[in-house]
């Protein structure tokens, strides 16, 4: 089904930041916001979360786990071997390779899960409401359908009062974000 | 107005976010000059060079190098940890001052972590190549195999750098490339070739740069920073270990997992330090990589060439105080004086001496002085490695074995391949890659203060 | 008198003809082969090429980890005694006309791959010497003479011996001279054989001619006892040795010989407290030198002056009248004192060929009464039966064209000839002129007649080094070649069908089968052959006494010109002796023990020389006019003399040699009635070229590190670990972080006794024919690459013009701490449950991180691939080559690293053996290659956890010590300190 977006264009964080918050009093739904680099109130108005430090504390337990165990099990259990009057389980010597791999593992394990959250992998093409978003604009996108249609026009006159450099009208079917 | 007293803005010259994204972006919009073309040329035909001399090691022997029955290793180690020390810097880097809240990273971080990335991909060639049976190289990972299954030796220092070096070329490589995802995003955005379009389109993954992305993009950058950090300090502690856990006279040492990590962040910083004085130069980046900048990296190479002193000395007292006749021939009578005087003392000099000359502003601001510095520390670094690595073997324990190392062709050549092959990188990397964050720039586009027009 | 696998039961159960089934249609008695050998060559062909094929096979599939295709040739029938991968051990012996020795061949798959001592030859026992062991490469030798041929073009035998025999009774007719002339022939059969060959002709003359003479000792000895024999010295039995550049343990007469005799009168591992004492005069640092308890300085021109002043200090104690009153620079008393004192308990010995110097020696040793114990006549040494004077009465026979045929066999005159040139001419001249040489050599291809002579492990033969002590040598391999032996062609050429081998069968019936209690020959025989060797008594006649006259004339004729500034003296190398095997590659990378420099000879001049002359070693020094030879400075050396080796500088001698070093035969002056070893030179002439040297050893100082430790009798009896201190020390300083490893079971272990260990380098080439050990070339050695697993390092000390020299042999110490293990990222070294430091090649990466980790850098690496490649043609390229490589041992691929395993292969062999029997090891019953080939029993391996064994006795020895045990590595290999006799009284 075709949705129709209201996107208004800023060139100030200030300006942009205030929409928001106006948008918001007025309980509209702000669909998505684009910005050049992260600007962290937006993060608070819109309450975005990131639970990836959490992921990547178990994959570190993991991955800890994980190496001690394969390291004792080879050289311990599966083929025992005498190195310099060693005794098999020699752990101080373990250490390294645990800290390195359980390192490792919490990177590769991260890196996954946030290319499957955040949509981000080769070939992918989110939907673009404007060009750019990535230069040097702010952008807020609105979603028209909410509260209802009649009201959307509102919210545009809100962004143009607001200081929006320009306010445009988008329809897009199979929106991706 | 406070900023200013300490210190100028981060980017000077009042710029606009758009026209930030404009200056950086632009090496990548227009033709390079004539001088790319002819430093690619020379670059990539060092890199042949090297090509011909792996090739010569690998078909002919390990005989073609310098190395013999006393002394296992020469240059191609020297060269391997020299590599791996540069390769810290992009990560320390980017790392550290990420940590720290340094703002002022933000200009310099991409190229310091591009030039990571290049450097461990030059070190991680001596390894490899320095294997009797290079074809064989497989027997290292610890994979259910048929024969036994027989599993690696996890006591070998060698086998944890492995992993090491391993670990630390994806993960800086990784860092690297998502620090890259909105710049990439950009230039996608802003480009009008259709070629250019796609095929940045492809790498961005599909950026937006919508919040959603961002929060994300964020945390990730720091517990990828945060465990970086580990990796940054365990990588070349463990590459120490290949020695410290040695028994020669002057590996057999505790001193080195410090010495080595502190030695490779002064090498790395130094080969920022170079790169960024020819960008800026190059470029007219001095906006964005200002001379405060310089003059930071100055300042901290001031104060890790006094840490390095301070080492050398402690390694000499420790041999002296230790009372071990065979620590004290390889400090007193083969580095201090004796065959290798030469490159010890040269060590001191370019590592511990020069450096202090940043002590005058005049220096620090004065990008001849910074170069010529930045490469002379380089020097040392590599003088150190060739002290630890041939000294130590050339006269150990036994007098009967005691010989003299020098290098033929083919070592030299493989070490003038990997310069190239790190020029030839850098060389790409100004020609199609942001050279700076951008996003991180426009972040920081107005901090400090600006100047009044 | 067992051997370990290979007693004497043992061998003959594979000797020919052993056999009940009669040993006349047996097709594989040796004998019959050797003489369908003759008759007939297509049987011989097809019977060798089975061998040879399937010695190809295995020597192809083990000369690479890669294991390509090779074709193997089956046996179609298979021999009895021959199974495939077991060894066979033969009985026989050495001997090239120098040197000779007992020993035992053993083959695999008909192949000899290996020499090893006979321990039932009262002669050298159990031990060899390098070249002995390296004599095995020489039979796989490419340079070996393949055909007979008639000026250098190929003929049939049957051809050849019609010339030869038409010519010769051409010759005979017309009353011409025939010239036989041969090196040393110590066969009994052979010397009969050639006796009645002569007897053939009207005119027949039979010389015999050393390239090192030791003529002058007959010439003495006949004059002074009317004997002309090389008397037997019994070190065994001394207490106090004076040697005047006599290299007795390296080069003079039999060192294989005198070693084990020595050295037990120097061991002190039984409880000892009594030790031979070595007074050494020498002018170049020999071996022997090295070895001395005191080593004095002397020019050679001094030594008659040092004699006869010696012999008058002599005779004034013993109240004798004393001769003119030559008095030496340093006083003698002291010595001559104590000669006195060990009266007929003490030897005198000069190495000079010089006939009034030996006499003057022998007139000491006679007054000193050493000729009833020490000295023995009667059961003399048939080493060398060469009178220089013979040989130049016919070089110029051979000139004046008096002799019409001239036939040589095993002789190289115009390589070791001091005027090879008028022997040329001479050559010329003659009518008849027959070769018979095993190998290409400067002689071959000069006279008319090529006729090849097999090589020793091919041929029968018998030899009586010493009276009473007969060895019978019988061949191992078919003949590879199309040669005919030496006995073979004299048989033809006298007309008789008989084979050699049954002439010598006869020849032992009629004259030595009687001297037994048996009653069958054929058992006789059997036994003889299996054991290798036959004793019976010989009269013992009593001293003779000594020719007072002789003596007279030899003091008051003029000593040796001594003018000129420097002395030059042309000495035997240890390595190369006379040169004779110089093609042999193994013997060429074989670094002499003193100099440890390998792959040319050099000139050794003393250090204050050098400084005076601003020489470094390798500089290019000029001694006289074409004579050019690198500098080597050596410690030791007297001031004034110059020692340069003999035996290198072929020119046509096969590939290896091939102009490598110089030749110093030239050299030897025929001026004085023997051979002089030696001339006199005006100054040193530096060129101001420098040559690299192939030096394996580059410091001399231990740099007072404990590490070859010595200690002085005196001090050894007050405390038997003096010089040993700090092991006590260091053992109870040992702290670990982890509980040791138990070894239950076997724990093996190596003791290495410095006291009895002479240097001799023996041990070097046994390992390498052993264990396949390639030959890298001079280049490499230069790059500090030898492979050598084991190498006897030599230091000295610190006063460099008077050092005392330190051996030790070092080989990989299988430490149970072993630092290399720790290091290895694919685990290719580990340790095994015996305590072995064991290398898995096919396993190994060649990181090399173990030869860094190695505080005694014994582990080698392959830096270039060794076999089949040409860059590196020594034995593993040619398939002749590669016959000799030992197939328990794997040939190891580029890029992995190898070292010393304890011969983890003899070991395993053995264990196997012991199961089969279902009884335990004995102790001694494995032996390494070292341990096997050592003369002198200094090295010892054994368990260690079986407290009665050897090694654990030497183990718990005072003197024992590990090698850098203050690391901690816990090696398994012990050294015992070095014990110098400081006291003349005590012995």
Redesign the interface.
């Given at each position: 089904m075709t949705r129709t977006f209201k996107i208004g264009i800023f060139d100030d964080e200030g300006k942009f930041i205030s929409t928001i918050r106006s948008l918001q009093e007025q309980k509209f739904l702000i669909f998505e916001v684009f910005t050049p680099y992260p600007v962290h109130e937006v993060f608070h108005l819109l309450k975005r979360r990131s639970r990836l430090p959490t992921a990547a504390y178990f994959f570190g337990l993991f991955g800890i786990v994980a190496t001690l165990a394969f390291l004792y099990y080879t050289s311990v259990i599966d083929w025992p071997v005498i190195y310099g009057g060693k005794p098999f389980n020699s752990f101080p010597s373990f250490i390294v390779v645990t800290i390195v791999v359980t390192i490792f593992t919490v990177t590769i394990a991260s890196l996954g899960l946030f290319s499957a959250r955040s949509k981000l992998f080769p070939g992918r093409d989110n939907t673009i409401f404007d060009l750019r978003a990535t230069d040097d604009k702010f952008v807020i996108v609105v979603d028209t359908n909410f509260p209802d249609i009649s009201t959307a026009g509102k919210a545009g006159t809100i962004m143009e009062e607001l200081g929006a450099i320009e306010v445009i009208d988008k329809e897009f079917d199979n929106v991706e974000v | 107005m406070y900023n200013k007293k300490i210190r100028g803005p981060l980017i000077e010259g009042n710029k606009s976010i758009g026209q930030i994204t404009k200056e950086i972006a632009s090496p990548m919009d227009v033709q390079p000059g004539l001088w790319w073309y002819i430093a690619f040329v020379i670059s990539s035909a060092a890199a042949l060079f090297g090509g011909y001399a792996i090739y010569v090691t690998v078909s002919k022997g390990i005989g073609t190098w310098g190395v013999n029955n006393s002394v296992g290793w020469g240059w191609e180690i020297v060269n391997f940890v020299w590599w791996i020390g540069i390769g810290h810097a992009g990560t320390a880097f980017s790392i550290f001052l990420l940590i720290l809240r340094q703002k002022w990273r933000t200009s310099i971080n991409r190229a310091a972590e591009a030039m990571t990335v290049f450097a461990v991909m030059c070190a991680a060639i001596f390894p490899a190549l320095h294997m009797g049976r290079v074809w064989d190289a497989f027997y290292i990972f610890p994979y259910p195999n048929t024969r036994g299954p027989l599993w690696v030796n996890f006591n070998s220092p060698l086998f944890w750098d492995f992993t090491a070096i391993t670990a630390y070329l994806l993960i800086s490589a990784s860092f690297w490339y998502l620090g890259m995802l909105p710049d990439l995003g950009t230039i996608r955005d802003r480009t009008t070739s259709k070629i250019k379009k796609a095929v940045y389109g492809l790498f961005s993954m599909g950026w937006t740069g919508s919040s959603r992305q961002w929060i994300r993009f964020e945390s990730l950058s720091f517990i990828l920073g945060g465990i970086a950090a580990v990796l940054v300090v365990s990588v070349h502690s463990i590459v120490s270990t290949d020695f410290a856990v040695g028994i020669e006279p002057g590996w057999h040492t505790t001193i080195f997992p410090p010495f080595f990590v502190v030695g490779a962040i002064f090498s790395g910083f130094a080969m920022v330090m170079t790169l960024m004085v020819l960008i800026r130069k190059i470029y007219k980046l001095t906006d964005y990589v200002t001379d405060n900048h310089m003059d930071a990296i100055a300042r901290i190479l001031i104060f890790i060439s006094l840490i390095m002193g301070t080492a050398y000395l402690t390694e000499v007292f420790i041999a002296w105080y230790s009372g071990n006749e065979y620590e004290m021939f390889t400090f007193f009578k083969n580095r201090i004086t004796g065959d290798y005087a030469l490159h010890f003392w040269g060590m001191i000099v370019c590592n511990a001496l020069v450096p202090q000359l940043f002590w005058f502003r005049k220096i620090r601001r004065n990008w001849v002085g910074l170069l010529s510095i930045s490469l002379i520390i380089n020097v040392g670094m590599w003088l150190e490695r060739y002290n630890i690595v041939v000294t130590s073997l050339s006269k150990d324990f036994l007098p009967s074995n005691w010989v003299s190392y020098s290098p033929t062709v083919i070592d030299i050549g493989v070490f003038v391949g990997t310069i190239g092959l790190f020029a030839t990188g850098v060389l790409l990397f100004m020609r199609y890659i942001p050279m700076m964050a951008i996003s991180e720039l426009k972040s920081v586009a107005n901090i400090g203060d600006k100047k009044e027009d | 008198m067992k051997k370990d696998g290979k007693n004497p039961k043992e061998i003959k159960s594979i000797t020919p003809g052993q056999e009940e089934n009669g040993s006349e249609n047996n097709n594989y008695q040796i004998p019959n082969l050797t003489e369908v050998g003759i008759v007939k060559r297509g049987t011989s062909r097809r019977d060798f090429l089975k061998v040879f094929g399937f010695s190809f096979a295995s020597a192809a599939v083990m000369a690479s980890c890669k294991r390509p295709v090779h074709k193997a040739l089956p046996y179609i029938i298979q021999p009895p005694e021959i199974t495939p991968g077991k060894s066979l051990y033969y009985a026989s012996g050495f001997y090239d006309g120098h040197e000779y020795c007992g020993i035992l061949v053993k083959t695999r798959d008909g192949r000899p791959i290996k020499i090893e001592g006979n321990n039932l030859s009262t002669f050298n026992g159990e031990g060899t010497t390098a070249r002995v062991q390296a004599s095995v490469l020489s039979l796989y030798d490419d340079a070996r003479l393949k055909n007979p041929t008639i000026v250098n073009k190929q003929e049939s035998w049957d051809t050849i011996d019609g010339h030869i025999l038409t010519e010769l009774g051409k010759i005979n007719t017309e009353g011409g001279e025939i010239v036989l002339l041969t090196s040393s022939i110590i066969s009994p059969s052979t010397i009969k054989l050639i006796n009645e060959f002569g007897k053939g002709f009207k005119n027949f003359r039979w010389v015999q001619y050393d390239a090192i003479s030791y003529s002058a000792i007959l010439e003495a000895n006949s004059a002074c006892f009317g004997r002309s024999v090389i008397p037997d010295y019994h070190f065994g039995n001394v207490s106090l040795v004076v040697s005047l550049n006599a290299d007795f343990l390296g080069t003079w007469l039999a060192p294989v010989h005198f070693i084990p005799g020595y050295t037990s009168r120097r061991r002190l591992d039984n409880g000892e407290k009594k030790m031979l004492r070595h007074i050494h005069y020498e002018s170049g640092m020999t071996l022997t030198g090295a070895n001395a308890d005191k080593r004095i300085k002397i020019k050679p021109s001094e030594e008659k002056i040092l004699l006869t002043d010696l012999y008058n200090k002599i005779a004034e104690r013993m109240g004798i009248k004393r001769y003119n009153d030559i008095t030496y620079k340093e006083d003698l008393s002291e010595l001559a004192d104590n000669l006195v004192k060990l009266k007929g308990r003490s030897i005198v010995v000069s190495g000079t060929n010089n006939v009034d110097i030996q006499i003057i020696v022998n007139g000491i040793n006679s007054l000193l009464g050493n000729y009833s114990e020490c000295i023995d006549l009667n059961n003399n040494l048939n080493i060398a039966s060469g009178i220089d004077s013979k040989m130049n009465d016919l070089a110029g026979d051979l000139n004046s064209g008096k002799v019409r045929a001239l036939l040589m066999y095993n002789v190289n005159p115009l390589y070791d000839y001091p005027d090879p040139d008028k022997f040329l001419a001479g050559i010329r001249k003659a009518d008849l002129t027959v070769n018979m040489a095993v190998a290409l050599n400067e002689t071959v291809g000069i006279a008319k007649y090529e006729c090849p002579v097999h090589h020793y492990l091919e041929s029968w033969d018998d030899a009586e080094i010493i009276p009473g002590q007969l060895s019978l040598h019988q061949p191992c391999i078919n003949p590879i070649f199309n040669t005919r032996s030496f006995q073979d062609s004299l048989l033809r050429w006298s007309r008789s069908k008989m084979p050699y081998y049954d002439y010598i069968m006869n020849n032992w019936e009629k004259d030595y089968f009687p001297l037994t209690k048996m009653t069958d020959f054929r058992s006789f025989w059997n036994e003889s052959l299996g054991n290798g060797v036959f004793r019976y008594n010989v009269p013992q006649l009593k001293p003779p006494s000594f020719e007072e006259k002789s003596l007279l004339k030899a003091i008051n004729t003029s000593a040796i010109s001594g003018k000129g500034t420097f002395e030059v003296i042309i000495s035997e190398s240890v390595a190369l002796g006379t040169g004779m095997h110089a093609n042999n590659p193994w013997l060429m990378e074989l670094p002499d023990p003193v100099s440890r420099q390998c792959w040319e000879n050099v000139a050794a001049i003393s250090p204050n020389d050098a400084e005076k002359q601003g020489i470094r070693t390798g500089d290019l020094i000029k001694l006289k006019d074409n004579l050019v030879i690198p500098a080597f400075i050596q410690p030791g050396q007297a001031d004034g003399t110059v020692s340069v080796a003999l035996g290198y500088g072929h020119t046509n001698a096969g590939p290896v040699c091939k102009d490598i070093g110089v030749n110093l035969y030239k050299f030897v002056s025929l001026s004085a009635g023997n051979r002089e070893y030696g001339f006199v030179t005006e100054k040193i002439e530096n060129t101001f070229k420098q040559s690299q040297l192939a030096l394996t050893?580059?410091?001399?100082?231990?740099?007072?590190?404990p590490?070859a430790r010595d200690t002085v009798l005196s001090e050894y009896k007050k405390n038997p670990s003096s010089g040993n201190e700090v092991h006590a020390e260091f053992e109870s300083s040992h702290k670990t972080l982890?509980?040791?490893?138990k070894y239950d079971g076997f724990h093996w272990g190596l003791a290495i006794d410095l006291n009895v260990c002479v240097g001799c380098n023996s041990c070097v080439i046994a390992c390498q024919a052993e264990n396949n050990i390639p030959v890298v070339g001079k280049e490499?050695v230069i790059?500090?690459?030898?492979m050598h697993w084991i190498?006897i390092?030599?230091?000295y000390s610190d006063d460099l013009n008077d050092p005392k020299v330190y051996f030790?042999p070092?080989a990989c110490q299988h430490?149970?701490?072993?630092?290399?293990?720790?290091?290895?990222?694919?685990?290719a070294t580990?340790?095994?449950?015996e305590g072995l430091n064991q290398m898995t090649y096919n396993?190994?990466?060649?990181?090399?991180?173990c030869?860094?980790?190695c505080?005694?850098?014994v582990?080698?690496?392959?830096?270039?691939?060794y076999t089949n490649n040409k860059a590196f043609d020594f034995n593993t390229v040619s398939d002749l080559g590669k016959m000799v490589l030992n197939p328990d041992v794997t040939v190891r691929?580029?890029?992995?690293?190898e070292k010393c395993s304890f011969c983890v292969q003899r070991i395993q062999e053995k264990k196997l053996l012991a199961k089969l029997e279902n009884r335990t090891l004995k102790d001694f019953e494995i032996k390494p290659a070292c341990m096997q080939a050592c003369p002198s029993g200094a090295i010892v391996f054994g368990n260690l956890n079986d407290k009665n064994s050897k090694v654990s006795g030497l183990f718990g020895d005072p003197r024992c010590y590990h090698?850098?045990e203050e690391?901690h590595?816990?090696p398994n290999t012990g050294y015992l300190t070095k014990v110098r006799n400081d006291e003349n009284s005590n012995t």
């Amino acid at each position: 089904m075709t949705r129709t977006f209201k996107i208004g264009i800023f060139d100030d964080e200030g300006k942009f930041i205030s929409t928001i918050r106006s948008l918001q009093e007025q309980k509209f739904l702000i669909f998505e916001v684009f910005t050049p680099y992260p600007v962290h109130e937006v993060f608070h108005l819109l309450k975005r979360r990131s639970r990836l430090p959490t992921a990547a504390y178990f994959f570190g337990l993991f991955g800890i786990v994980a190496t001690l165990a394969f390291l004792y099990y080879t050289s311990v259990i599966d083929w025992p071997v005498i190195y310099g009057g060693k005794p098999f389980n020699s752990f101080p010597s373990f250490i390294v390779v645990t800290i390195v791999v359980t390192i490792f593992t919490v990177t590769i394990a991260s890196l996954g899960l946030f290319s499957a959250r955040s949509k981000l992998f080769p070939g992918r093409d989110n939907t673009i409401f404007d060009l750019r978003a990535t230069d040097d604009k702010f952008v807020i996108v609105v979603d028209t359908n909410f509260p209802d249609i009649s009201t959307a026009g509102k919210a545009g006159t809100i962004m143009e009062e607001l200081g929006a450099i320009e306010v445009i009208d988008k329809e897009f079917d199979n929106v991706e974000v | 107005m406070y900023n200013k007293k300490i210190r100028g803005p981060l980017i000077e010259g009042n710029k606009s976010i758009g026209q930030i994204t404009k200056e950086i972006a632009s090496p990548m919009d227009v033709q390079p000059g004539l001088w790319w073309y002819i430093a690619f040329v020379i670059s990539s035909a060092a890199a042949l060079f090297g090509g011909y001399a792996i090739y010569v090691t690998v078909s002919k022997g390990i005989g073609t190098w310098g190395v013999n029955n006393s002394v296992g290793w020469g240059w191609e180690i020297v060269n391997f940890v020299w590599w791996i020390g540069i390769g810290h810097a992009g990560t320390a880097f980017s790392i550290f001052l990420l940590i720290l809240r340094q703002k002022w990273r933000t200009s310099i971080n991409r190229a310091a972590e591009a030039m990571t990335v290049f450097a461990v991909m030059c070190a991680a060639i001596f390894p490899a190549l320095h294997m009797g049976r290079v074809w064989d190289a497989f027997y290292i990972f610890p994979y259910p195999n048929t024969r036994g299954p027989l599993w690696v030796n996890f006591n070998s220092p060698l086998f944890w750098d492995f992993t090491a070096i391993t670990a630390y070329l994806l993960i800086s490589a990784s860092f690297w490339y998502l620090g890259m995802l909105p710049d990439l995003g950009t230039i996608r955005d802003r480009t009008t070739s259709k070629i250019k379009k796609a095929v940045y389109g492809l790498f961005s993954m599909g950026w937006t740069g919508s919040s959603r992305q961002w929060i994300r993009f964020e945390s990730l950058s720091f517990i990828l920073g945060g465990i970086a950090a580990v990796l940054v300090v365990s990588v070349h502690s463990i590459v120490s270990t290949d020695f410290a856990v040695g028994i020669e006279p002057g590996w057999h040492t505790t001193i080195f997992p410090p010495f080595f990590v502190v030695g490779a962040i002064f090498s790395g910083f130094a080969m920022v330090m170079t790169l960024m004085v020819l960008i800026r130069k190059i470029y007219k980046l001095t906006d964005y990589v200002t001379d405060n900048h310089m003059d930071a990296i100055a300042r901290i190479l001031i104060f890790i060439s006094l840490i390095m002193g301070t080492a050398y000395l402690t390694e000499v007292f420790i041999a002296w105080y230790s009372g071990n006749e065979y620590e004290m021939f390889t400090f007193f009578k083969n580095r201090i004086t004796g065959d290798y005087a030469l490159h010890f003392w040269g060590m001191i000099v370019c590592n511990a001496l020069v450096p202090q000359l940043f002590w005058f502003r005049k220096i620090r601001r004065n990008w001849v002085g910074l170069l010529s510095i930045s490469l002379i520390i380089n020097v040392g670094m590599w003088l150190e490695r060739y002290n630890i690595v041939v000294t130590s073997l050339s006269k150990d324990f036994l007098p009967s074995n005691w010989v003299s190392y020098s290098p033929t062709v083919i070592d030299i050549g493989v070490f003038v391949g990997t310069i190239g092959l790190f020029a030839t990188g850098v060389l790409l990397f100004m020609r199609y890659i942001p050279m700076m964050a951008i996003s991180e720039l426009k972040s920081v586009a107005n901090i400090g203060d600006k100047k009044e027009d | 008198m067992k051997k370990d696998g290979k007693n004497p039961k043992e061998i003959k159960s594979i000797t020919p003809g052993q056999e009940e089934n009669g040993s006349e249609n047996n097709n594989y008695q040796i004998p019959n082969l050797t003489e369908v050998g003759i008759v007939k060559r297509g049987t011989s062909r097809r019977d060798f090429l089975k061998v040879f094929g399937f010695s190809f096979a295995s020597a192809a599939v083990m000369a690479s980890c890669k294991r390509p295709v090779h074709k193997a040739l089956p046996y179609i029938i298979q021999p009895p005694e021959i199974t495939p991968g077991k060894s066979l051990y033969y009985a026989s012996g050495f001997y090239d006309g120098h040197e000779y020795c007992g020993i035992l061949v053993k083959t695999r798959d008909g192949r000899p791959i290996k020499i090893e001592g006979n321990n039932l030859s009262t002669f050298n026992g159990e031990g060899t010497t390098a070249r002995v062991q390296a004599s095995v490469l020489s039979l796989y030798d490419d340079a070996r003479l393949k055909n007979p041929t008639i000026v250098n073009k190929q003929e049939s035998w049957d051809t050849i011996d019609g010339h030869i025999l038409t010519e010769l009774g051409k010759i005979n007719t017309e009353g011409g001279e025939i010239v036989l002339l041969t090196s040393s022939i110590i066969s009994p059969s052979t010397i009969k054989l050639i006796n009645e060959f002569g007897k053939g002709f009207k005119n027949f003359r039979w010389v015999q001619y050393d390239a090192i003479s030791y003529s002058a000792i007959l010439e003495a000895n006949s004059a002074c006892f009317g004997r002309s024999v090389i008397p037997d010295y019994h070190f065994g039995n001394v207490s106090l040795v004076v040697s005047l550049n006599a290299d007795f343990l390296g080069t003079w007469l039999a060192p294989v010989h005198f070693i084990p005799g020595y050295t037990s009168r120097r061991r002190l591992d039984n409880g000892e407290k009594k030790m031979l004492r070595h007074i050494h005069y020498e002018s170049g640092m020999t071996l022997t030198g090295a070895n001395a308890d005191k080593r004095i300085k002397i020019k050679p021109s001094e030594e008659k002056i040092l004699l006869t002043d010696l012999y008058n200090k002599i005779a004034e104690r013993m109240g004798i009248k004393r001769y003119n009153d030559i008095t030496y620079k340093e006083d003698l008393s002291e010595l001559a004192d104590n000669l006195v004192k060990l009266k007929g308990r003490s030897i005198v010995v000069s190495g000079t060929n010089n006939v009034d110097i030996q006499i003057i020696v022998n007139g000491i040793n006679s007054l000193l009464g050493n000729y009833s114990e020490c000295i023995d006549l009667n059961n003399n040494l048939n080493i060398a039966s060469g009178i220089d004077s013979k040989m130049n009465d016919l070089a110029g026979d051979l000139n004046s064209g008096k002799v019409r045929a001239l036939l040589m066999y095993n002789v190289n005159p115009l390589y070791d000839y001091p005027d090879p040139d008028k022997f040329l001419a001479g050559i010329r001249k003659a009518d008849l002129t027959v070769n018979m040489a095993v190998a290409l050599n400067e002689t071959v291809g000069i006279a008319k007649y090529e006729c090849p002579v097999h090589h020793y492990l091919e041929s029968w033969d018998d030899a009586e080094i010493i009276p009473g002590q007969l060895s019978l040598h019988q061949p191992c391999i078919n003949p590879i070649f199309n040669t005919r032996s030496f006995q073979d062609s004299l048989l033809r050429w006298s007309r008789s069908k008989m084979p050699y081998y049954d002439y010598i069968m006869n020849n032992w019936e009629k004259d030595y089968f009687p001297l037994t209690k048996m009653t069958d020959f054929r058992s006789f025989w059997n036994e003889s052959l299996g054991n290798g060797v036959f004793r019976y008594n010989v009269p013992q006649l009593k001293p003779p006494s000594f020719e007072e006259k002789s003596l007279l004339k030899a003091i008051n004729t003029s000593a040796i010109s001594g003018k000129g500034t420097f002395e030059v003296i042309i000495s035997e190398s240890v390595a190369l002796g006379t040169g004779m095997h110089a093609n042999n590659p193994w013997l060429m990378e074989l670094p002499d023990p003193v100099s440890r420099q390998c792959w040319e000879n050099v000139a050794a001049i003393s250090p204050n020389d050098a400084e005076k002359q601003g020489i470094r070693t390798g500089d290019l020094i000029k001694l006289k006019d074409n004579l050019v030879i690198p500098a080597f400075i050596q410690p030791g050396q007297a001031d004034g003399t110059v020692s340069v080796a003999l035996g290198y500088g072929h020119t046509n001698a096969g590939p290896v040699c091939k102009d490598i070093g110089v030749n110093l035969y030239k050299f030897v002056s025929l001026s004085a009635g023997n051979r002089e070893y030696g001339f006199v030179t005006e100054k040193i002439e530096n060129t101001f070229k420098q040559s690299q040297l192939a030096l394996t050893q580059v410091h001399y100082s231990q740099e007072g590190r404990p590490i070859a430790r010595d200690t002085v009798l005196s001090e050894y009896k007050k405390n038997p670990s003096s010089g040993n201190e700090v092991h006590a020390e260091f053992e109870s300083s040992h702290k670990t972080l982890y509980p040791e490893v138990k070894y239950d079971g076997f724990h093996w272990g190596l003791a290495i006794d410095l006291n009895v260990c002479v240097g001799c380098n023996s041990c070097v080439i046994a390992c390498q024919a052993e264990n396949n050990i390639p030959v890298v070339g001079k280049e490499e050695v230069i790059r500090r690459r030898i492979m050598h697993w084991i190498k006897i390092d030599r230091y000295y000390s610190d006063d460099l013009n008077d050092p005392k020299v330190y051996f030790q042999p070092l080989a990989c110490q299988h430490c149970d701490n072993a630092p290399c293990e720790n290091v290895c990222p694919v685990s290719a070294t580990n340790h095994s449950s015996e305590g072995l430091n064991q290398m898995t090649y096919n396993r190994c990466l060649g990181t090399k991180y173990c030869i860094n980790n190695c505080p005694y850098k014994v582990r080698r690496f392959n830096w270039y691939r060794y076999t089949n490649n040409k860059a590196f043609d020594f034995n593993t390229v040619s398939d002749l080559g590669k016959m000799v490589l030992n197939p328990d041992v794997t040939v190891r691929e580029r890029g992995v690293v190898e070292k010393c395993s304890f011969c983890v292969q003899r070991i395993q062999e053995k264990k196997l053996l012991a199961k089969l029997e279902n009884r335990t090891l004995k102790d001694f019953e494995i032996k390494p290659a070292c341990m096997q080939a050592c003369p002198s029993g200094a090295i010892v391996f054994g368990n260690l956890n079986d407290k009665n064994s050897k090694v654990s006795g030497l183990f718990g020895d005072p003197r024992c010590y590990h090698l850098l045990e203050e690391l901690h590595t816990l090696p398994n290999t012990g050294y015992l300190t070095k014990v110098r006799n400081d006291e003349n009284s005590n012995t």
